[in-house]
Nanobody, 122 residues
Framework: QVHLVESGGGLVQPGGSLRLSCAAS????????MGWYRQAPGKLQRELVA????????DYADSVKGRFTISRDNAKNTTYLQMNSLKPDDTAVYYC???????????????WGQGTQVTVSS
């Protein structure tokens, strides 16, 4: 079992910045992709915001390119999302996830955090 705990959400004015953190704990042997998704108010689906592999390959949603930066600390099984130039459209619950394996070989399993609210409003 893996627990993902997000922190860093809150209320910020348009143009402001926030930094989200997500720490994974448990009997983790290997970690593959870690990422951030968000679910905006009134929307049924979560959308990918950013993802980073264990080798550092990064993908961003077009809507956040140039404003958000994802990073990770492999030794701590932690991922970060630095969010700059925030807009009201970035308002959402942000969830982190990761693909983890409990052995040196075998499948990875995806786990999700509980989410952290980000509200961008004046």
């Amino acid at each position: 079992q893996v627990h993902l705990v997000e922190s860093g959400g809150g209320l910020v004015q348009p143009g402001g910045s926030l930094r989200l953190s997500c720490a994974a704990s448990g009997s983790i042997f290997r970690t593959n992709v870690m990422g951030w998704y968000r679910q905006a108010p009134g929307k049924l689906q979560r959308e990918l915001v950013a993802a980073i592999t264990s080798t550092g390959r990064i993908d961003y949603a077009d809507s956040v390119k140039g404003r958000f930066t994802i990073s990770r600390d492999n030794a701590k099984n932690t991922t970060y999302l630095q969010m700059n130039s925030l807009k009201p459209d970035d308002t959402a619950v942000y969830y982190c996830n990761g693909d983890f394996s409990f052995k040196s070989t075998g499948p990875f399993f995806r786990y999700w955090g509980q989410g952290t609210q980000v509200t961008v409003s004046s």
